[in-house]
Nanobody
Framework: QLQLVESGGGLVQPGGSLRLSCAAS????????IGWFRQAPGREREGVSC????????NYANFVKGRFTISRDNAKNTVYLQMNSLKPEDTAVYYC?????????????WGQGTQVTVSS
């Protein structure tokens, strides 16, 4: 069974950057699209970005376009989310999840989440 582990969260000032990692253990990520999601206190979980299994298709939510970049290194079994120009409203727990594709299929595997806090 695929197991996902996020890392890279932390406290950063507005305008700062963080890079989140989503690493897979016990299986390969090669055949999965990977999505990043986030959930802030009192809010619904929302999709942030997704990358196809080949890495050729990348999608972003409007509220992160131009600031976040998703990438993957299948040799390292890891997907990254580079987050620049962070805003206080980006504060949330960020999760990665795996699915056969970015849209229209269930995300069956989820990580435990990593906290991102943007504050001065």
């Amino acid at each position: 069974q695929l197991q996902l582990v996020e890392s890279g969260g932390g406290l950063v000032q507005p305008g700062g950057s963080l890079r989140l990692s989503c690493a897979a253990s016990s299986s390969t990520l090669d055949y999965y699209a990977i999505g990043w999601f986030r959930q802030a206190p009192g809010r619904e979980r929302e999709g942030v970005s997704c990358i196809s299994s080949s890495g050729t298709v990348r999608n972003y939510a409007n509220f992160v376009k131009g600031r976040f970049t998703i990438s993957r290194d299948n040799a390292k079994n890891t997907v990254y989310l580079q987050m620049n120009s962070l805003k206080p409203e980006d504060t949330a727990v960020y999760y990665c999840a795996a699915a056969p594709g970015c849209f229209g299929v269930p995300y069956d595997y989820w990580g435990q989440g990593t906290q991102v806090t943007v504050s001065s």
